[in-house]
């Protein structure tokens, strides 16, 4: 059972679940009765939305498994369960299993809503995940790119399916703040998610190397992209500091909130990569990259407290 849970990366899908769970909980809801806020699904269309993202992004940690055995054969030889613990006909026939019942779901909740042509953001997420895996993360930067849209995507998807098929004329400005503000963490998700891939490129450059694939320090060398990728880190540390002065300067406590458990984490990350050296150095920069994804969206906790 533990092998199978580590092979969908169990921890990551429970990060997921817990920002959608936020976003309609913490963001949406509350502000029903001061602000109008009004949201499309039931509690159950809203679980089924979950799950459905969970076994869609399942799936897609599968099929990356499948393909990268070979690489993590050097990368992370203790972490292999492919072959190993669960075979590779069994991981197939779970990768299929997974996007059927997420694009299923998908399917049903888009009908259910009178909006059947959603139903195509969760087959073009399926089909960016097996493409990933398969050709797309072998292109020099593409595949970082997609991976964070897909992780984008999972943020924006409850905005797309709890605001916008219940906009009317009269709440048209509360439902697209909102939006927006999904769009904010979205946009957030993506530059944070796109940083950890380039980290972890440098990390795993063994074992793409032998794989034959086109990634940023197998092009450039260890060296000249680790200075990149402490430029490219000033971005997010930047543009999250702009933020908070012009969106967030009146509330003091998450002023304090993103200084500390943001902005904070960011700027030890961009001085950590202009320091590292070895392939423990860029494991606990990505690391710290997941924990401040993690902060960064458990802010969405403070929005009932300071939009009243």
Do not use: W
């Not at 009765?33 to 799950?51: C, I, K, N």
């Not at 399916?161 to 004329?169: A, D, G, N």
């Not at 796109?194 to 990634?215: A, M, N, P």
């Amino acid at each position: 059972m533990i092998h199978f849970l580590n092979l969908i990366r169990y921890k990551n899908l429970l990060i997921i679940a817990l920002v959608q769970i936020l976003i309609k909980y913490a963001l949406l809801l509350p502000f029903y009765e001061s602000h109008g806020v009004e949201t499309a699904l039931t509690p159950l269309a809203f679980f089924l939305l979950v799950f459905a993202t969970i076994c869609i992004a399942a799936a897609g940690y599968v099929i990356n498994d499948i393909y990268d055995i070979k690489a993590d054969e050097i990368n992370r030889p203790t972490k292999v369960i492919i072959s190993k613990h669960i075979s590779e006909k069994v991981a197939l026939n779970l990768f299929i299993i997974l996007n059927i019942i997420g694009v299923g779901l998908g399917f049903y909740l888009s009908n259910g809503i009178d909006k059947s042509g959603y139903f195509v953001i969760f087959f073009i997420a399926s089909a960016l995940l097996y493409m990933y895996s398969s050709y797309l993360k072998q292109i020099l930067l593409v595949g970082n790119i997609v991976i964070s849209l897909v992780v984008t995507l999972s943020v924006l998807l409850v905005g797309v399916f709890e605001l916008l098929p219940v906009i009317s004329p009269s709440n048209r400005a509360v439902q697209i703040f909102f939006f927006k503000l999904i769009l904010d963490y979205a946009i957030f998700a993506f530059i944070i998610n796109f940083l950890r891939e380039l980290v972890k490129d440098i990390e795993d450059i063994d074992g793409d190397h032998k794989t034959k694939i086109q990634t940023l320090p197998i092009v450039l060398g260890r060296a000249r992209t680790t200075k990149i990728v402490s430029i490219v880190s000033l971005i997010p540390l930047f543009t999250v500091t702009y933020y908070v002065i012009v969106n967030l300067f009146k509330q003091q406590l998450l002023v304090g909130y993103f200084l500390i458990f943001v902005i904070a984490p960011l700027l030890y990350i961009t001085i950590k990569l202009f320091n590292a050296e070895y392939k423990a150095d860029y494991k606990h920069i990505s690391l710290v990259l997941k924990l401040v994804m993690l902060t960064g969206i458990l802010s969405l906790l403070f929005y009932p407290y300071i939009l009243k």
